[in-house]
């Protein structure tokens, strides 16, 4: 009879599918063993499948979540990237793996609903080449027909591990064992402290003209490294930099490393200075604090000091830093991924809330072709603060739209507009 027959034609077909189906939750469940929770595991293994879409200029990925028609409305802004680190050139750890890959990150960050984003430095030489990337960036977006991209933005600094080659001289000296030698680090003088702040407030000045430059920063303390640069040299190193803050009139992008009572305290003594050169904010500094990863109660000191907090990837490894997290106010938090590093792994208490992935190669068998599908494994970029965003709203227990439109106003109550000015 004909229902024998189609029985017998389906049989193959049905074997087929029972396969298939196997074989995705067989390469799910290997994935998953890593994660300390199950619910990551289902979460993962019956998401729906990468989709392809066709980027602005390249086909580039765009991510893979449960609600894709909800998330391509978001618009994100990444507060805080490392274009100018040696992995978007290919370079791993002084080894050469792939070509320089940057502008496909781009065209994905923008393909995944990431309009704008701040880029930091941390050393002059690297604030003028941040500058130069920009300004290169913006001259081929003029002179194309494309509107569609990502807008890049930059801050000039210094950053706290990096205080001792722009601010000291090196004076090596025996440590007592013959075989070793300790550097003693001795500060430059005032003179060439002050030729150094003039070339980076003339750098600012130049960056300003066109809307380029945001923020003073990346600057601060890091007392969990102190073998860069010491205390004292560090100390120095911040309080010439929030001198050039005030003179330039720009927000902070701090930041802070096992260091937080001294940053609030050093800060405490330029409030007001700042504040007014700011506009008088009611008290208020306007600035983030970067990557943030310590207690609830130095966020709380440094919130009084009106200040925002930068969340990533190193803010939501643990259990206590989810719980840290949950207690921020919304109106204080800021969304970045402090790319390429800081990648929400299996392993970290976050991982649970994602909803958005992305498919990875490891960077040797990484190239440019595989880049329009793929990313790099445990290398951030920009597209990942959708990631970050979906941590903070399953630890709040809210949408992620509403994480989402919160950072994007707190980074304009710092930063301003980020608008390009026409020159």
Known sequence: ???????????????????????????????????????????YAFAPTLSISSGRRLSIMSSSTTTSADKSKLQYIDAGANLLDSMYQGVYHGKERHEPDLDIILARAYENGVDRIISMAGTPKECEETLQLIERLDKEHNSGDNNERVKVFGTVGVHPTRCAEVFAESCPSSSGDEDEETTNWIPKTEAEQTLIISQMIKLINQGKTSGNVVAVGEFGLDYARLHFCPKDIQQLGFRKQLEMAIETKLPLYLHNRDSGDDLYDILLEYRDALVASQGGDEGNIRGIVHSFDESIEVATKLMSLGLHIGINGCSLKTPDNLKIVEQIPLDKLILETDCPWCDIRPSHAGFEHLQTTFPTKKEKQYNRELAKDFCVKNRTEPCHVAQVAEVIAGVKGLDVADVVAASNRNVHRVFGDLEKIEV
């Open 1 to 43: 009879c004909v229902s024998q027959v189609v029985a017998m034609l389906l049989r193959p077909l049905s074997g087929i599918l029972t396969y298939i189906i196997m074989h995705r939750l067989t390469t799910q469940l290997l994935f998953a063993s890593s994660s300390s929770s199950a619910a990551s595991f289902f979460a």
